[in-house]
């Protein structure tokens, strides 16, 4: 069966430190891995999409890694701000006979206080 | 530019009624997709429409539900006869090149049954 779990649940950081969110899966076979940002109340806002030949993708303070050996990404955010209060959602996309398939984890809730 | 809306933005119904959903894409997008975010849960599937292609309703939890997309642009998703547990947000969400695009989300319509 097809699964993402992201640890942690939630996590609450000062204002300007760092932090890294996970994303493991058992998706197959694996197409490309997007993280998104999903402030309270909005749709989700895809940060990056990774390929399975990529390792890294930076957007901004976001950095996102990808280590398709053991199936595990990981979202590192640089100098939190208050703004980066949000859902951070990991989806992993398979495709089998041309049709590609979403599944989401149920996110890591992320507060930042100043 | 404009993005993905929905409307309304939220809905109480009382058990048993029927509601209807509505998602306007991205101008231009061929691809458009519902899914279901329950509290908790990671985004559920729900069905996926490509141009003029028979939609794939593979995530739909039952025959309640349905949906349609008039002349491959405005989208409605229908549920009939509501019950409690459909209580979820309902997003939208549009891609340019079907499923292997990128996929710009909607703010969702947030639907509680009574």
């Known amino acids: 069966k097809n699964q993402v779990e992201q640890s942690p649940q939630s996590l609450i950081i000062l204002e300007g430190k760092n932090c890294t969110l996970q994303c493991n899966y058992t998706v197959s076979p694996f197409s490309n891995l997007r993280w998104y940002k999903q402030d309270t109340g909005r749709g989700p806002v895809s940060l990056t999409i990774m390929t399975f030949s990529e390792n890294t993708k930076s957007n901004g303070r976001y950095t996102a890694t990808l280590d398709a050996d053991t199936k595990q990404s990981s979202l590192h955010i640089t100098a939190s701000q208050l703004s980066d209060s949000a859902s951070y959602i990991c989806v992993v996309s398979n495709t089998n006979f041309g049709n590609e398939k979403l599944t989401f984890g149920t996110g890591t809730r992320l507060t930042i206080i100043p | 530019g404009a993005g993905v809306s929905q409307s309304p933005s939220n809905k109480v119904t009382e058990k048993g009624k029927d509601v209807e959903l509505r998602c306007d894409p991205i101008s231009g997008h061929t691809a458009l997709y519902w899914y279901r975010q329950s509290l908790g849960q990671g985004l559920e599937f729900l069905i996926y429409f490509q141009g003029n292609s028979a939609p794939d309703k593979s995530g739909l939890p039952s025959d309640r539900f349905s949906a349609e997309r008039t002349g491959g642009s405005v989208s409605t998703l229908t549920i009939q006869r509501t019950q409690q547990e459909d209580s979820a947000v309902y997003l939208c969400?549009?891609?340019?090149?079907?499923?292997?695009?990128?996929?710009?989300f909607g703010p969702g319509t947030r639907l509680t049954v009574t």
């Open positions: 969400a549009s891609s340019l090149v079907g499923r292997v695009g990128e996929q710009y």
